[in-house]
């Protein structure tokens, strides 16, 4: 079906850190902090220490989700760091008819992801991650694969994985 591989490095975590964080909980903290601003603003002549516990909602929230991600970039790195000797791992992906078989060439290691452990697919220009709920991630690399086949993965993840929406 499809097989890819390359090289799970600093870089990669870097392009990874931006979507760790699920975009439905990016809209409600966007939400959330739109909401709590415009009642810190209506609270102003009303009760200034109101507002100030609005404003500091807004800072707490903001702080999470960058906290969030370093945090999901920080795991990231230390597992590579502590497993490989090198600057990365060597990474095999290929998707078979129950699931995802992700292999690291470097430590020798298998992982079997049934397609239903999927939740979330996220697309860059070079790459597609799949995220499950435990926001475990298999990285596929578009450059192993042909214009075809990178049309039709897409459309072969969604029909599988009944998880991604």
Known sequence: MFETSGILNNEVLKV???YSISPKFKNFLKIFIIICTIFALIC?????KLSVLFIFLVLIFILEYY????????????VLEENSEKEGFKYKVFFNEIGAVVNNLS???????KYDAFI???ET????????KSN???IVFKDCLNTKQIIEFKTFIKEN???IK
């Open 67 to 78: 906290l969030a991600i370093n945090i999901f970039y920080k795991r990231s790195i230390s």
């Open 16 to 18: 990874l850190k931006k």
């Open 120 to 122: 979330r697919l996220e």
């Open 136 to 138: 475990q991630y298999v």
């Open 107 to 113: 430590i020798g290691a298998t992982v079997n992801l």
């Open 44 to 48: 102003i002549p009303v009760s200034l």
């Open 161 to 163: 994985c009944i998880n």
């Open 125 to 132: 220009n070079n790459m597609y991650f799949l995220f499950t």
